[in-house]
């Protein structure tokens, strides 16, 4: 989303710069690490890697563009993601074969919107967004029932 953002306001070069450091820290982490510690290592370094670009995207974008993000709409949000983390966390040992992988994925989904909702983090205005969307789009039964929903749980 942050790429999209940079792209909007004419700054592609900005986002090109930051996956290019994202490469080359890629291979500097991801290297040694599936060295010493195999597939985990390599698993390790490539979420350094993505948590690295997803920061600089957010902060140049955030920069860049003079978003004005309220804090507690920004933690609300990290709440989420915190809540939807530690559920990944601990059902990892659980996720042994792929059933169960999707499984644990399909959990954390829910979580994670169920954290949203609890948290009060989706807005009015992010279910105006959707109605237009679902308009632009021919409208689908369940995206309207989504939004209904959204509509009467929103801040």
Sequence with gaps: MCGVVLYGIGKPG???????GGVLFAVAT??????????????????????????LSAFFAKRLARIKLG?????RIVLANVVMFVLLLSLRPFATSVPH???VGGAGILVY?????LFRAIGKADV???????KDIGEPS????VIRFLGRHSR
């Design 14 to 20: 900005v986002r090109t710069k930051i996956y290019l």
């Design 30 to 55: 991801i290297t040694p690490l599936a060295y010493l510690y195999g597939i985990n290592g390599a698993a390790a370094g490539f979420l350094a890697t993505v948590a690295l670009i997803a920061v």
């Design 71 to 75: 804090s507690p709409a920004f933690l």
């Design 101 to 103: 992988v999707l499984l």
């Design 113 to 117: 919107a169920a954290s949203l909702l």
């Design 128 to 134: 105006q967004v959707l109605r237009q969307i679902s």
């Design 142 to 145: 369940v995206l309207k029932k």
